[in-house]
């Protein structure tokens, strides 16, 4: 290789590492991708079958994701149909000096999130519990906001839709997860859970409910390479990434990838809505 042919070569190297390093800082943290499969659930009432459940997760409202994003991405959700819409935690990030303008930018968006036929539900995760995953004062702020909006949010509770349950479990780095007291409240054999963060599927007691939990928390690590995990996963399990992972107790998990980030940048991981088609397992 002669001098003129190697200083091509790394012009274009460094061209195409910059133009790489412009789309995941620019454009990749807003290629929202509407991820579209089925949910077996066992015992599925009739009438929902072939209901459409939207799972919206990890928004982060707040001074790092863009509100104009955020709207855009609510109103394609909004196209989809839903029957029901659920918001698997982080909602709000919260920052100590933003005081109330931050809640009543939470307040805008929420107005804009689409709204279910049937219900639409919310659980809490680490970031909407404030500096340290611990501030239940901050946690009421945010519940409060959603329900306001017309969300209602499940802190180890269920929401009975149309015979179906849906089990909301609150955040585990909060010490605020119980998921075998929110699924003692059932009422149907038909359920699907919720729960923020996915190492509460490992760490805490599930009793003999085998059914769907529905997750975020992940981002799917925000960055991959072609063939390789994430390196940076805020899990335990690292199998808990993204997307459907099925337990050896017969639980199944499916991971959604957010909407939103905590850092402004994503490679070969886009944001995600996952539009649920229900039908009976």
């Not at 991405?73 to 029957?83: I, S, V, W």
């Not at 929401?159 to 699924?183: N, Q, S």
């Given at each position: ?148 909006a017309g969300v209602r949010v499940l802190r ?126």
């Amino acid at each position: 290789m002669n001098r003129r042919t190697f200083l091509a070569t790394a012009a274009g190297g460094a061209a195409a590492t910059a133009a790489a390093g412009a789309w995941a800082w620019r454009v990749a943290p807003h290629a929202l991708e509407i991820v579209e499969r089925p949910l077996p659930v066992a015992a599925l009432p009739p009438a929902l079958r072939g209901a459409r459940l939207v799972q919206l997760s990890d928004l982060h409202v707040g001074p790092v994701v863009d509100d104009g994003y955020l709207r855009d991405a609510f109103a394609r959700a909004a196209t989809l149909g839903a029957d029901i819409v659920v918001v698997t935690g982080d909602l709000l990030t919260h920052r100590e000096g933003r005081g109330e303008a931050q809640y009543a930018q939470l307040r805008a968006l929420l107005a804009a999130l689409p709204r279910g036929r049937l219900a639409t539900l919310a659980i809490l995760g680490n970031h909407d519990y404030g500096t340290g995953w611990v501030d239940r004062d901050v946690a009421l702020r945010v519940q409060r906001e959603a329900e306001r909006a017309g969300v209602r949010v499940l802190r180890n509770e269920v929401a009975a839709v149309e015979g179906l349950d849906v089990v909301g479990i609150d955040e585990l780095w909060a010490r605020a997860a119980d998921p075998r007291a929110a699924l003692a409240a059932r009422t149907h054999d038909a359920a699907i859970a919720l729960c923020h963060n996915p190492d509460a599927l490992d760490a805490l007691a599930w009793g003999d409910y085998r059914g769907w939990i529905l997750a975020g928390h992940t981002h799917g690590g925000q960055c991959r390479l072609p063939f390789l995990p994430p390196p940076l996963l805020p899990v335990r399990n690292r199998r808990y990434a993204a997307g459907e992972i099925a337990l050896a107790d017969g639980r199944r998990l499916y991971v959604n990838r957010g909407v939103g980030y905590t850092l402004p940048v994503r490679f070969n991981v886009p944001p995600e809505v996952t539009a649920f088609t229900l039908v009976d397992a």
